[in-house]
Nanobody, 123 residues
């Protein structure tokens, strides 16, 4: 049974930091690209970042590249999203996703999805 469980979201103020976690099970973690997407109310789901197989392969949405860091711990089957200098526009539900392929910034490129964790950044 494939399972992706996100955690670490919360309510913070602008400038604060959060670290999101995604624990994966039910598939061979090291064979999959792991990604983070986010979706704000009334907006389309957008790509945040991804790491393909190892931490040597990373890709970010340009607008968050200087503030967010994605990394994976293959020994724990967990991928993280470290978010620093959070802004109100970062407010969204953040989703973990897994792909059997390489980098992909579109939703259709991913096989599995978690339930999401809410991040709210107040001004």
């Amino acid at each position: 049974q494939v399972k992706l469980v996100e955690s670490g979201g919360g309510l913070v103020q602008a400038g604060d930091s959060l670290r999101l976690s995604c624990e994966a099970s039910g598939f061979t973690f090291t064979r999959y690209t792991m990604a983070w997407f986010r979706q704000a109310p009334g907006k389309e789901r957008q790509f945040v970042g991804a790491t393909a197989w190892t931490n040597g392969y990373v890709n970010y949405r340009h607008s968050v590249k200087d503030r967010f860091t994605i990394y994976r711990d293959n020994m724990k089957n967990t991928v993280y999203l470290q978010m620093d200098s959070l802004k109100p526009e970062d407010t969204a539900t953040y989703f973990c996703a897994a792909s059997s392929g390489g980098y992909d910034s579109t939703e259709s490129g991913y096989n599995y999805w978690g339930q999401g964790t809410q991040v709210t950044v107040s001004p």
